[in-house]
């Protein structure tokens, strides 16, 4: 993600401000942030509607690697995001799929 970025900055392809943006690529699950990003991405993707493309990558499921609880809440906020916002879904893995 780090070096899409870095390749984005260097085309002029990429806006600091979420809203500016066309595409969002976004990161399967922030552990810090990931409530107020989802929130955030799924507010811009209702506001949009199509002018949004949401590129949603996923890692995971990360249930089976972790194997609490918790996790399984984790995995389920993955999916009904990519579900309900995701204009496409690229998988970390053959495995994550």
């Known amino acids: 993600m780090k ?3 870095e ?3 260097s085309s002029n392809a ?3 401000n979420i809203q500016d943006a066309d595409i ?3 990161n399967s699950y922030d552990f810090k942030s990931a409530i ?6 799924g507010q811009l993707k209702l506001q949009k509607g199509t002018r949004l493309v949401v590129v949603h990558r ?3 499921p990360i249930a089976v690697v972790r194997g609490n609880a918790r996790s399984l809440i984790v995995d389920r906020s993955i999916c ?3 579900q309900k916002f995701a204009d ?8 994550s799929r």
């Open 3 to 5: 070096a899409l970025c």
């Open 7 to 9: 390749y984005f900055r």
């Open 14 to 16: 990429y806006v600091a």
């Open 24 to 26: 969002l690529i976004y």
């Open 36 to 41: 107020t990003s989802y929130r955030l991405a």
């Open 58 to 60: 996923v890692d995971g």
């Open 80 to 82: 009904l995001f990519n």
């Open 88 to 95: 496409a879904t690229v998988n970390q893995s053959e495995w």
